[in-house]
């Protein structure tokens, strides 16, 4: 969605959850629902997973070998 993709471009520039919030004006709630669906789709595990998928580090397969 255009929030989750918002939301993944302040993750990717290092943001925290309560800065992303304040950013787009929602709730940290709104925004760790955001991130979890973004969790889904990337198929990492976590925040860090993330970034560096979205930062063009690692691939989603990549980060999910490592996990296990």
């Keep these: 969605s255009d929030?989750?993709?918002?939301?993944?471009?302040l993750l990717g520039r290092?943001?925290?959850?309560?800065?992303?919030g304040r950013a787009m004006r929602v709730s940290d709630n709104t925004v760790k629902f955001h991130l979890k669906n973004i969790y889904a789709k990337l198929?990492?595990?976590t925040r860090r997973?993330?970034?560096?998928v979205l930062a063009g580090e690692a691939s989603p397969e990549s980060t999910s070998a490592r996990r296990g």
Excluded: D, H, T, Y
């Excluded at 997973?49 to 560096?52: D, S």
């Design 3 to 9: 929030r989750e993709r918002a939301v993944a471009g």
């Design 43 to 45: 198929g990492v595990g």
């Design 49 to 52: 997973e993330a970034a560096q």
């Design 14 to 20: 290092g943001l925290s959850n309560k800065a992303i």
